[in-house]
């Protein structure tokens, strides 16, 4: 879980950024080579593993890409509480618990156009898995300040942008 405070487009000007819980750093590996391509930026990230932060950092290191991403041990919830904002992307793939915490908690950071894709969301049916089911009606709220899809992407996946300062 996590945020990036960084457009991963090509022509913006890079800022500070982060993502959150990922094994072994693989979508850290492709948004921190995005970072490198447009001229630089910040990831962080956070893992709850020692080994697979410690993985992360190994292969971010290995790649060349290790300074562009602060890979901290521990909860979401709290790591990543003190990332500065304004936070461009924020990548939601983790415990499906968490993602309505996660993102309430960066929320003030977000600015309009901010993107928050939420992925291995079950797209199968019209009612939403349990652990989900606040996280799917909260940004599929307007008066909440995101506009929604889903995309059948894999597991599934939320692509949400933030329609609101």
């Known amino acids: ?4 405070s960084r457009p991963a487009r090509v022509g913006d000007h890079p800022r500070p950024g982060g993502t959150g819980r990922r094994p072994f750093g693989v ?34 290191d290995s790649a060349g890409l290790g300074d562009l991403v602060d890979v901290r041990l521990g909860d979401a919830l709290e790591t990543l509480r003190d990332v500065e904002g304004p936070i461009d992307l924020v990548l939601l ?11 309430r908690v960066l929320e003030p950071k977000l600015r309009k156009g901010s993107v928050v894709p939420a992925d291995d ?9 349990e652990p989900l089911r606040d996280f799917y009606a909260y940004v599929r709220d307007p008066h909440n300040g995101y506009s929604t899809v889903s995309l059948p992407l894999g597991d599934g996946v939320d692509f949400c942008v933030r329609t609101i300062d």
């Open 27 to 60: 979508s850290a590996l492709h948004i921190a080579a995005a970072l490198r391509d447009n001229g630089g930026g910040r990831l962080i990230t956070a893992e709850i593993q020692p080994n697979k932060a410690e993985a992360a950092r190994a292969n971010l």
């Open 93 to 103: 793939d983790g415990w499906p618990n968490v993602c309505l915490p996660l993102l």
């Open 121 to 129: 969301l079950p797209n199968g049916g019209p009612v939403p898995p």
């Open 1 to 4: 879980m996590g945020a990036i």
